[in-house]
């Protein structure tokens, strides 16, 4: 089910009626979790099952360790946890690595249960499932105050609880990445007198304009970044669509992720901030303080510190940089153009840590700081191209066009479009500069041609991008 | 909360006035393939019983679009589509035309039901400013970018070669025989409907690369459609060309002028069925680029 579907409104609204009508804060969380369950079972019911196995390990070695007495034995079922959860994501990530492209048989025709298995789809959201369980099971071994008080409650309850932050529906395909000491202080009985109406509405409109006027209406332009069919395009327009893709993928996943932080906050729940203002990044390093923060952020709270960081001297920091990131990149899916991705921004982030220091990357000059921008817009830019392009060779063939391609000339429509769709994702960005400067007047008026422009000039619904992961 | 609400509603009910009174671009240009076919099918939708004849298929047969369009038929063929989402459109108006012709060409694409939901949605009947040619970018586009879609412009043979490359892959390979009959027998029921209805079922299929004839899909889907259709007339590719060799852009696509020569071909079999006034096609010059790697 997708945010823009017709009947995702229809499912929403329903929800959220009979949410409000529910006094009882264990009502409400059961009435979450089975609205959870059917949004996720919607398109492929089938796949509930591998979600409920990950609750089901996640959430009795989660509550092992949360009533061990003994250290030992609470590592040993954390570890077992967090093995059992990424032993899942490996099977079901990668396991197409290692099949023959074009199966006889289809998951649907499988006789047995072994066949099923290894014929069934990437599971929808399963990343980020297992994410927040091994955030869960990390948590509550390090012992986190927020969640030590479940201990005290029954395990039926704490079992829900734990089922609701796996499956709550507004995250559970694609995030934002909550951390379980943040989102499990927070199931309680919710108010409808408490919800921000303005704060959602604004939310929701943003969120749904960047997606379905923004990212929608690249995804029409860029869909030529596709071999054999980019050769047939000039350097310059090839240049053009990496561009309008630059725009697309903030303004798909931005806009889904606010879509999402809305949601949650109608129901009551806090979700963390993804994005702020990505393309005003000034460095590789602040590009990931800013993009997919939840991702970051998990990667640092969860891999990056635990390997030793920044504490270990430059060398070990450089690995640890290199292996977070390709794992970083490896976690979107099983194809080697991700893992390139990842070590692109890996080799980025260790390379440009040697010159953190210098004069040009330390001043505040106004020229310097803009020369700066662009540069990392366009090492970021070029990266996506290993995203768009899940076949290396194909995404090294792009680059060489960009360079040098035999079809010459701009295709001026396409890049009217780009330019066009691209300059809203840029005006979004001035936007945050002036945002002291701007009257609430003028902000209520931007919101209204938002949504003029959503009901006027959506583009094709078309699935988040972030949805395949 | 509701000074936006104001805004929007006051901003569509100003943008209404514009594309019902106002000026407009002669030549409205479409942003995507995406657009291209909702625009087909709500143009189809503002009168669905006028057209006598009407052709459902993929871009092979949105190609033939301005030469059929000349006449009484209405090409309902769809980008990226099969004729599978023309006739669904078809039933969804409960329209009956004296023929109907029905592409072979590529029957592994199922019904698209989002597009068929989308583009038979009442909205845009109702109210014009909802219609995807009066997009708002789509009118600014038009006002800005007065030129022609350009074609890939000195794309060398060897590129133009790697396109047919992929299109003999796709050809050696049968299409999955569970699909394959499942589109069939959906495309049974809806031919059984149209008989029912007094329409006329024709298929056709178009000429495609001489390279890509004898492959292992192109086989396949012939044998599956005389099996399925045994008493329907259906005009091969051999009836359609116009010459030996035939002009393709990547294999699948005829080029333009081959494009006009085949659709020249098909007017002839079009009968008495013809009696109406000519109508507005519904083509656009971005169905020529799309076509390469869309459709």
Same mark, same amino acid.
């Given at each position: 089910m997708n945010y823009t579907d017709p009947i995702f409104f229809v499912f929403f609204a329903l929800t959220f009626a009979l949410y409000y009508t529910l006094r009882n804060g264990r009502l409400q969380v059961a009435?979450?979790?089975?609205?959870?369950?059917?949004?996720y079972a919607w398109e492929a019911p089938a796949i509930l099952g591998v979600f409920l196995c990950s609750w089901l390990i996640t959430g009795l070695s989660s509550h092992g360790v949360l009533v061990a007495r003994d250290p030992r034995r609470a590592r040993w079922l954390a570890t077992l946890g967090v093995a059992a959860n990424l032993g899942l994501l490996a099977f079901f990530k990668y396991k197409f690595l290692f099949l023959p492209a074009a199966p006889a048989v289809t998951a649907h025709s499988a006789h047995t249960l072994g066949e099923w298995l290894l014929l069934a789809p990437l599971p929808i959201g399963i990343s980020f499932y297992t994410f927040h369980g091994i955030s869960l099971l990390v948590d509550v071994y390090r012992g986190n105050t927020a969640i030590a008080r479940d201990a005290a409650r029954p395990t039926a309850h704490y079992l829900t609880d734990t089922l609701l932050y796996l499956a709550f529906f507004p995250q559970l395909i694609a995030g934002p990445i909550i951390k379980a000491r943040d989102f499990m202080p927070q199931v309680s009985a919710k108010r409808f007198a408490d919800i921000d109406f303005a704060a959602c509405f604004r939310l929701l409109v943003l969120?749904? $304009?960047?997606?379905?006027?923004?990212?929608? &209406?690249?995804?029409?332009? #860029?869909?030529?970044?596709?071999?054999?069919?980019?050769?047939?395009?000039?350097?310059?327009?090839?240049?053009?669509?990496?561009? !309008?893709?630059?725009?697309?993928?903030?303004?798909? $996943?931005?806009?889904?992720?606010?879509?999402?932080? !809305?949601?949650?906050?109608?129901?009551?729940? *806090?979700?963390?901030?993804?994005? &702020?203002?990505?393309?005003?990044? #000034?460095s590789i390093a602040d590009f990931w303080r800013r993009w997919h923060i939840s991702l970051s952020s998990w990667l640092r709270d969860y891999l990056y510190i635990p390997l030793g960081g920044s504490q270990k001297g430059p060398t070990r920091t450089y690995v640890n940089l290199l292996i977070v990131m390709l794992l970083g990149g490896l976690w979107h899916g099983a194809a080697w153009s991700f893992a390139v991705w990842g070590l692109w921004h890996g080799a980025g982030l260790a390379l440009e840590r040697r010159w953190l220091g210098s004069r040009?990357?330390? #001043?505040?000059?106004?020229?310097?700081? !803009?020369? *700066?921008?662009?540069?990392?817009?366009?090492?970021?830019?070029?990266?996506?191209?290993?995203?768009?392009?899940?076949? $290396?060779?194909?995404?090294?063939?792009?680059? *060489?066009?960009?360079?040098?391609?035999?079809?010459?000339?701009?295709? #001026?429509?396409?890049?009217?479009?780009?330019?066009?769709?691209?300059?809203?994702?840029?005006?979004?960005?001035?936007?945050?500069?002036? *945002?002291?400067?701007?009257?609430?007047?003028?902000?209520e008026v931007s919101y209204g041609v938002m949504l003029f422009l959503i009901v006027t000039s959506a583009g094709p619904s078309t699935p988040f991008i972030y949805f395949q992961f | 909360m509701r000074i936006p609400l104001l805004v929007a509603a006051l901003l569509l009910c100003l943008y209404s006035a514009f594309v019902t009174y106002g000026p407009r671009p002669r030549d409205v240009r479409l942003q995507s393939g995406d657009q291209q076919n909702r625009h087909v099918i709500e143009?189809?939708?503002?009168?669905?019983?006028?057209?006598?004849?009407?052709?459902?298929?993929?871009?092979?047969?949105?190609? +033939?679009?301005?030469?059929?369009?000349?006449?009484?038929? /209405?090409?309902?063929?769809?980008?990226?589509?099969?004729?599978?989402?023309?006739? %669904?459109?078809?039933?969804?108006?409960?329209?009956?035309?004296?023929?109907?012709?029905?592409?072979?060409?590529?029957?592994?694409?199922?019904?698209?039901?989002?597009?068929?939901?989308?583009?038979?949605?009442?909205?845009?009947?109702?109210?014009?400013?909802?219609?995807?040619?009066?997009?708002?970018?789509?009118? +600014?586009?038009?006002?800005?970018?007065?030129?022609?879609?350009?074609?890939?412009?000195?794309?060398?043979?060897?590129?133009?070669?790697?396109?047919?490359?992929?299109?003999?892959?796709?050809?050696?390979?049968?299409?999955?025989?569970?699909?394959?009959?499942?589109?069939?027998?959906?495309?049974?029921?809806?031919?059984?409907?149209?008989?029912?209805?007094?329409?006329?079922?024709?298929? @056709?299929?178009?000429?495609?690369?001489?390279?890509?004839?004898?492959? %292992?899909?192109?086989?396949?889907?012939?044998?599956?459609?005389?099996?399925? @259709?045994?008493?329907?007339?259906?005009?091969?590719?051999?009836?359609?060309?116009?010459?030996?060799?035939?002009?393709?852009?990547?294999?699948?696509? +005829?080029?333009?002028?081959?494009? %006009?020569?085949?659709?020249?071909?098909?007017?002839?079999? /079009?009968?008495?069925?013809?009696?109406?006034?000519?109508?507005?096609?519904?083509?656009?010059?971005?169905?020529?680029?799309?076509?390469?790697?869309?459709?």
């Open positions: 009435l979450l979790v089975l609205a959870s369950l059917f949004f969120g749904f $304009f960047l997606k379905s006027v923004i990212a929608d &209406n690249l995804s029409s332009q #860029t869909i030529w970044i596709a071999y054999p069919y980019f050769q047939w395009r000039s350097s310059i327009d090839l240049w053009l669509m990496l561009l !309008g893709y630059s725009a697309q993928i903030f303004a798909d $996943f931005a806009g889904y992720s606010l879509i999402a932080i !809305g949601l949650a906050r109608l129901l009551g729940y *806090r979700l963390p901030d993804n994005f &702020n203002f990505p393309y005003f990044a #000034t040009f990357m330390r #001043t505040s000059q106004r020229g310097v700081v !803009g020369l *700066r921008m662009l540069l990392v817009f366009a090492f970021v830019s070029i990266g996506w191209l290993f995203f768009k392009l899940q076949e $290396f060779s194909q995404a090294l063939l792009y680059l *060489r066009a960009m360079v040098v391609n035999p079809a010459s000339g701009v295709s #001026t429509g396409m890049a009217l479009l780009v330019l066009l769709y691209a300059s809203a994702v840029a005006l979004y960005h001035l936007a945050s500069l002036l *945002r002291a400067r701007i009257s609430a007047l003028a902000k | 143009t189809f939708m503002r009168d669905p019983a006028r057209p006598s004849v009407v052709l459902v298929g993929s871009s092979m047969t949105e190609r +033939l679009g301005e030469t059929i369009g000349a006449g009484c038929a /209405y090409n309902l063929a769809l980008g990226g589509e099969s004729a599978l989402t023309g006739l %669904a459109v078809l039933a969804k108006a409960g329209a009956t035309p004296k023929q109907i012709f029905i592409e072979m060409n590529v029957p592994e694409r199922g019904v698209n039901a989002r597009l068929v939901e989308d583009g038979t949605r009442a909205l845009p009947r109702w109210i014009p400013a909802l219609a995807t040619r009066n997009m708002p970018v789509n009118l +600014l586009f038009s006002a800005l970018a007065r030129f022609k879609s350009p074609a890939p412009r000195g794309a060398d043979t060897a590129v133009l070669g790697q396109a047919l490359d992929v299109q003999r892959d796709v050809y050696a390979r049968p299409i999955p025989a569970p699909d394959l009959a499942a589109n069939i027998a959906t495309l049974k029921a809806q031919v059984q409907r149209l008989e029912g209805a007094g329409s006329r079922v024709i298929f @056709f299929e178009l000429p495609i690369h001489p390279s890509l004839e004898g492959t %292992a899909r192109a086989m396949q889907i012939r044998a599956a459609f005389v099996a399925a @259709f045994p008493s329907h007339r259906l005009l091969t590719a051999d009836q359609l060309a116009t010459a030996a060799t035939i002009s393709t852009i990547d294999g699948v696509h +005829l080029t333009l002028d081959e494009a %006009a020569s085949v659709g020249r071909r098909l007017q002839d079999w /079009y009968g008495g069925a013809c009696e109406a006034p000519a109508l507005p096609t519904a083509t656009t010059s971005h169905s020529i680029t799309r076509a390469l790697g869309h459709g």
